[in-house]
């Protein structure tokens, strides 16, 4: 099932954390945008290995390259 989820302090924990306690877990894309500060990106990867996701995919690198 897929489900985009947009950049949120409070529920990108609880998304996360739902997702790791699944039996079959999802893979998770990030698509991290061009204009958002690094650390946005870094809370979100440091967030989700606390949480416990193990298939995490970074999506969309090629609006980085120049």
């Known amino acids: 099932m ?7 302090a409070d529920g990108d924990d609880a998304v996360m954390s739902a997702i790791s306690q699944q039996s ?27 949480v416990g996701l193990i298939k995490i995919a970074v999506i969309g690198a090629a609006q980085f390259v120049q």
Do not use: T
């Not at 999802?26 to 440091?46: C, G, M, Q, T």
């Open 2 to 8: 897929a489900k985009n989820v947009g950049p949120s």
């Open 24 to 50: 079959s877990q999802a893979e998770v894309h990030i698509r991290p945008n061009k204009d958002a500060r690094y650390a946005v990106f870094a809370h979100v990867l440091s967030s989700s290995q606390r």
